[in-house]
C-alpha cells in the first residue's frame, strides 16, 4: 500500500526557491522533487542518484541538507524556507558537480 505524503506550503515554498535558484543554469522543467514523510528531495531530471538537495521542513527545526565537493552529506538549519536563498552559491555548486561528475548518491541518510 503506498502512502501519499502531501507537500506542506513551506516545501511548496522551498521547492520553488530551489527551482528559481536553479533557473540560471538549467530550464526550469529538469528540477523535480519527490515526497518522502520526513523531507522531499529536489532532483535534476526526476533522477534519485542526481539529488541538489533535502529539504526537511516536517520537524520543530527545519534544514535543508546539500551534499559538498567531497560528497559529505551537510545539514543547514533555516527557520523558514525564505533562507534558502542564503545556499544559493552551495546550490548552485551541487548542481554543477552532478552535471561534471556525473550522477552520485550517498544514499538515504538517517535523520534523528
Known sequence: MEISVVLSRDEVEGFSIVKAILRDLCDASRIAHRN???????????????????????????????????????????????EIHNFADLIKARYNQILSKGAIDDGDEDEK
Open 36 to 82: 518522502a514523510i520526513n523531507y522531499i528531495s529536489v532532483l535534476l531530471d526526476d533522477n534519485k542518484n542526481k539529488r541538489i538537495c533535502r529539504l526537511w521542513f516536517k520537524r520543530k527545526q527545519k534544514y535543508i541538507t546539500i551534499l559538498d565537493e567531497n560528497m559529505k552529506l551537510v545539514r543547514y538549519d533555516i527557520s523558514n524556507p525564505d
